[in-house]
């Protein structure tokens, strides 16, 4: 199912009448959005997702933040909050509804498909493509992020790659610096590509203090990803969504917004 399906059609046609397709949405290229994925959970999809709402929001557009899917959630002043999202929410300038921005909020910290089933919740496609339109309709710029790695399981027959697949959008890829970061983040790019989606930036983020060989490690994968790295991440003593963005360059994605004049 993608954002062309004829029952994806139909719930949209239910959404509030002022609520339309953004142009990224439906493929036109007036717009900045893409997917962020990783090569494994805990890697710095988060950190370098509100890193590029940090870095739109400086150039003077409406930027929001999507995790369609967060498991570890507590509750807080009556309503569920996910670290993750919250960074989210903190780092872009658009406020939406939780229940958009996150419509599969989830409490036990497992593996989604676990989580989901403990609650008695099936995790399913259509509410996310029609969430992420809504968004994509308020704003100028959707950052979504994945959960896990690129293939983890939602529901029976669905995984985060099928929805990379169905929001059909351009994909960076953050890549955990650490001891077998080549192969896994080859693997997951032939991953993204047999979905026919494109890889357009990877992010080296530095897991460890002092990894050996970081550097060749890094030269190794330059040599090997189709798409230009757009920056290295330290080790940060305190990690945010700015010190992060200082350390990368987003300029180079495609449209990739220009700086507004009054900002």
């Not at 985060?160 to 955990?176: F, H, N, R, W, Y």
Request: charged share 15%.
């Amino acid at each position: 199912m993608s954002l062309d399906d004829p029952i994806v059609a139909e719930v949209l046609a239910d959404l509030a009448p002022a609520v339309q397709p953004a142009p990224a949405a439906i493929g036109l290229p007036s717009r900045f959005a893409c997917f962020v994925t990783g090569t494994d959970t805990e890697i710095g999809k988060t950190l370098t997702s509100s890193a590029l709402l940090h870095a739109l929001v400086a150039r003077g557009v409406r930027a929001c933040g999507m995790k369609p899917v967060a498991a570890g959630a507590e509750m807080r002043d009556g309503e569920l909050h996910n670290e993750d999202a919250d960074s989210l929410i903190a780092a872009g300038n658009v406020t939406m509804l939780r229940s958009l921005t996150t419509p599969y909020m989830l409490k036990e910290p497992a593996a989604p498909h676990i989580a989901a089933a403990l609650e008695g919740v099936s995790i399913e496609s259509v509410p996310i493509l029609a969430a992420y339109l809504e968004i994509a309709a308020a704003s100028d710029a959707v950052v979504v992020e994945g959960v896990g790695g690129f293939r983890v399981p939602l529901s029976p027959g669905f995984d985060s790659a099928d929805l990379a697949q169905q929001l059909d959008l351009p994909v960076i890829l953050v890549v955990g610096m650490r001891l077998g970061c080549i192969n896994q983040a080859l693997l997951t790019v032939e991953a993204i590509e047999a979905r026919g989606l494109t890889v357009i930036g990877w992010v080296a983020n530095t897991l460890e203090v002092e990894m050996r060989f970081l550097d060749e490690n890094i030269d190794a994968l330059i040599e090997r990803i189709p798409a230009p790295l757009l920056g290295r991440v330290p080790r940060l003593a305190q990690p945010s969504a700015e010190a992060a963005a200082a350390y990368l360059d987003f300029t180079g994605l495609p449209n990739w917004p220009a700086q507004h004049p009054n900002t």
